[in-house]
């Protein structure tokens, strides 16, 4: 078997998010499908992914690994003869972007180093949300990117906010519980910038996320943004440590999964051996 790195993006307005689900359209059920039809595999490809995104977020930095057996990518070859390992994997990324939607793109495919898992290995993940406040909506060619918030938002506000967040907390007042799951996360960057467009970016850096805790996070700041709550007040929500009912998860269509940040080869093994101590079950959703 040979592990491979898949580096990916995808539009997730009309995915039911990344895990597979009967029945419905999802990044990996497409990938995964994708990959058994080229390489003709026997058993279905098992993709594990770097953060399992919901329905309706988007990526560009995604991350994922799968294994695959050794003679399925021999059988890239065809009549020309043997190729070496990188030329197959050139194929392959042709073959996928024949074979994927538009929606979804396979940029690069590399074996991946020894210890590699694309999940546990990662040191963080980085995401942007995207907010237009702009008295007559965003620009019709980002709606899907965008999200409109119909109040006027106070980017020193958003940012003084921002800061009573980061550190290691038990994020539990911004996640969807899950069981067995811990909450505590460590969040290492969480600002805002306003491009020259007017559009607002919130930058977010955690070592993993639990579920829906980006935009839980982003929906207490836009409540202290345009006014509607003071400062102080996701940083009390945090201390408590349960779901405020004023804590309104935003939309989904304004978050993109930027980068996964990977340690050097040689540390790969261990921080995902580290990882998996600390967090066996979490998952990471935005």
């Known amino acids: 078997m040979v592990r491979l790195r898949l580096d990916l ?15 419905l359209r999802t990044v990996q059920g497409e990938i995964e499908q994708a990959l058994g039809r080229i390489l003709r595999l026997d058993a279905p490809a098992m993709l594990t992914v770097a953060g399992r995104t919901d329905a309706g977020v988007h990526a560009r930095g995604q991350v994922a690994h799968v294994d695959v057996p050794e003679a399925a ?9 043997p190729l070496s390992v990188d030329e197959r994997l050139s194929v392959l990324v042709r073959r996928l972007g024949g074979v994927l939607d ?46 409109w918030h119909n109040r006027p938002l106070d980017i020193d ?10 550190g290691e907390h038990d994020f539990a007042a911004f996640c969807k519980k899950r069981e067995g799951a811990t909450t505590i996360r460590e969040l290492q960057r969480l600002d805002w910038t306003r491009e020259p467009d007017g ?40 201390r ?24 050097d080869d040689a540390e790969l093994a261990a921080r995902a051996a580290a990882t998996r101590r600390v967090r066996t079950v979490a998952a990471d959703a935005g």
Request: one cysteine or more; hydrophobic letters at 40%; a positive charge.
């Open 9 to 23: 993006a995808y539009d997730g307005t009309d995915f039911s998010g990344w895990a597979r689900q009967p029945g």
């Open 73 to 81: 990518l021999k059988e890239l070859d065809g009549n020309r003869g």
């Open 102 to 147: 538009p929606d979804v793109r396979i940029y690069r495919v590399s074996v991946a180093p020894e210890g590699f898992d694309a999940r546990f290995s990662a040191l963080f993940r980085r995401y942007a949300y995207r907010v237009g406040d702009a008295p007559g909506g965003v620009d019709p060619l980002r709606r899907r990117e965008v999200v």
């Open 157 to 166: 506000a958003l940012n003084a906010a921002a800061q009573r967040l980061l």
């Open 199 to 238: 559009v607002l970016v919130a930058t977010v850096v955690a070592d993993a996320f639990c579920h829906s805790m980006v935009r839980a996070l982003v929906g207490s700041l836009l409540a202290v943004g345009d006014g509607r709550r003071p400062v102080e007040w996701p940083g009390e929500v945090l």
């Open 240 to 263: 408590r440590g349960v779901r405020d009912s004023g804590v309104h998860v935003a939309p989904a269509h304004g978050l993109c999964l930027e980068e996964v940040r990977y340690p």
